[in-house]
């Protein structure tokens, strides 16, 4: 069974930084595009990054909220993706979630349909 687990989101003041990790079971991580988005309250789930965008290259692409503030990285050996964040920001409050397509090799884009497996998502909150 494929499962992803999202964890370190918390409560942070604006101008800290987070780093937030998608862990896998049941899948081999390294092979996917792995995408993360958020959603805020009230507001449509937002593409913020994804690792292996260019099928396999490792070169990461990030929404335009998270240009030159996160930083999505991963770690083979431990079968998980990382999401680096900093300086936050109030308007990145959000559940944050990881997800990843249904086959090996696809380019899925940042369309959140495209998208098959999820996690259950962690809450970031930055306070002003």
């Known amino acids: 069974q494929v499962q992803l687990e999202e964890s370190g989101g918390k409560l942070v003041q604006a101008g800290d930084s987070l780093k937030l990790t998608c862990a896998a079971s049941g899948v081999t991580l390294h092979l996917y595009v792995v995408a993360w988005f958020r959603q805020a309250p009230g507001k449509e789930r937002e593409f913020v990054g994804a690792?292996?965008?260019?099928?396999?290259?490792?070169?990461?692409d990030y929404g335009d909220s998270a240009k030159g503030r996160f930083t999505a990285t991963k770690d083979v050996s431990k079968n998980s993706v990382y999401l680096q964040m900093d300086n936050l920001k109030p308007e990145d409050t959000a559940v944050y979630s990881c997800?990843?397509?249904?086959?090996?090799?696809?380019?899925?884009?940042?369309?959140?349909?495209?998208?098959?497996?999820w996690g259950r998502g962690t809450q970031v909150t930055v306070s002003s």
């Open positions: 997800a990843i397509p249904r086959r090996v090799g696809t380019a899925p884009g940042r369309d959140p349909n495209a998208y098959e497996t």
């Open positions: 690792i292996n965008w260019g099928r396999g290259s490792g070169t990461p």
